[in-house]
C-alpha cells in the first residue's frame, strides 16, 4: 500500500529525492512512495537498463525523473550525477543512500577484497554520497536518511562484513547529524526487517517458520520502508536527527537465531 493512504499527495511537490541504489528492491521502493508523494526523483546504480526500467516504472506518478548510471564506489562519477540530477531536477532535498552489496560468507573463508567490497559499497559510498551532496542538503537544509541493516546492532553468522559496514554507517550518520545540524541538515537510519520479495528473502529456507517468529506474523514490504523515509523526510519529522528508526515488525527481539540457522543451511546447499 503506497504512502499516500497516509500522507497528501502533494507533500514532496517540487522537492528532489536522490536514491542511491535505486533501481531495484527496497530502494526503488522508496523511490516510488516519494514519487507517489509528488518529488521529482533521481536513480542511480551500476546498470543503465536496469536503471531505465525502474525510470519507467517511476515515471507512472506523473513526475520528474532522472535515472544516471553511477558506481558510489567512484565519487567523481557520483558528483557527476548529483550535477545532472541538479539540472534537471533542481536541487537535491532528500538523499537515500541505499546502494549496498551482500553475500553469505564463514569469516574464516571471507577474503580481504570480499570484505573490502561490502565494505567499499555500503560504507565508503555512503560516505561519497553523503560528502557529494553537501552543497545542495545546504541550499536546501535537506535531509540524509542511510539504509542501514540489523547486522549494526546484532551479530548475525556469516556477515562479519556487513555488520561492520553497516555499523559504520550508523555511526557516521550520527556524526553527520551533530556536525551538519548546524546548516539544518538531518541525518536518520532505518533500518529495514525482514521484506517480501527481497532476494535474501526469497533464498531463506523454512520460510514460513520464520514469519511465524515475527511478532507482527507477518513479513514487510517495500512500501513499509518506504513510509517510513516519507514520514522521516516530511515535516512531521523536524525535530528527529541522529536516529537509528527499526522497521521490522519486532523481529529483532528475538536475536539473530533463526536467521543464522537458515543462513548455515543456505551455506552447506552452497558448499555442496
Known amino acids: 500500500m503506497l504512502v499516500t493512504q497516509y500522507f497528501a499527495k502533494d507533500l514532496f511537490k517540487g522537492k528532489t529525492v536522490f536514491v542511491t541504489g535505486g533501481g531495484s528492491g527496497i530502494n526503488l521502493g522508496v523511490a516510488k512512495n516519494f514519487a507517489a508523494l509528488g518529488a ?25 525523473i532522472c535515472a544516471v548510471s553511477a558506481d558510489v564506489r567512484d565519487s567523481a562519477a557520483l558528483e557527476a550525477a548529483f550535477e545532472k540530477s541538479r539540472a534537471e531536477l533542481g536541487a537535491m532535498d532528500v538523499l537515500v543512500c541505499g546502494a549496498a552489496g551482500n ?24 560516505f561519497n554520497a553523503t560528502r557529494g551532496a553537501f552543497e545542495q542538503l545546504k541550499e536546501t537544509r535537506g535531509t540524509i536518511l542511510y539504509v542501514s541493516a540489523g547486522m549494526a546492532y546484532m551479530p548475525h ?13 550508523d555511526m557516521m550518520m ?8 548546524q546548516y539544518g541538515i538531518r541525518a536518520n ?52 536527527s541522529g536516529c537509528v528508526v527499526v522497521c521490522d515488525g519486532g523481529q529483532n527481539l528475538l536475536g539473530s537465531a ?5 543462513a548455515e543451511q543456505m551455506l552447506r546447499g552452497q558448499e555442496g
Not at 174 to 181: S, V
Request: with cysteine.
Open 40 to 64: 521529482n526523483v533521481a536513480i542511480c546504480g551500476r546498470t543503465q537498463e536496469k536503471l531505465d526500467a525502474a525510470a519507467a516504472e517511476l515515471r507512472v506518478f506523473g513526475t520528474k
Open 103 to 126: 553475500f553469505l560468507a564463514r569469516a574464516e573463508k571471507l577474503s580481504a577484497n570480499g570484505f573490502k567490497a561490502v565494505v567499499d559499497i555500503d560504507l565508503i559510498g555512503s
Open 157 to 169: 553468522a556469516f556477515q562479519v562484513h556487513v555488520g561492520a559496514a553497516k555499523a559504520g554507517i
Open 174 to 181: 550520527k556524526n553527520i547529524a551533530l556536525e551538519w545540524g
Open 189 to 240: 537510519s532505518i533500518v529495514p526487517g525482514p521484506i517480501e520479495g527481497t532476494e535474501g528473502m526469497k533464498r531463506l529456507p523454512k520460510q514460513d517458520e520464520f514469519v511465524k517468529a515475527i511478532p507482527l506474523q507477518r513479513m514487510g514490504s517495500v512500501d513499509d520502508i518506504g513510509q517510513v523515509a516519507a514520514f522521516l523526510a516530511s515535516p512531521l519529522a523536524a525535530y528527529i
Open 258 to 262: 533463526l536467521f543464522n540457522m537458515g
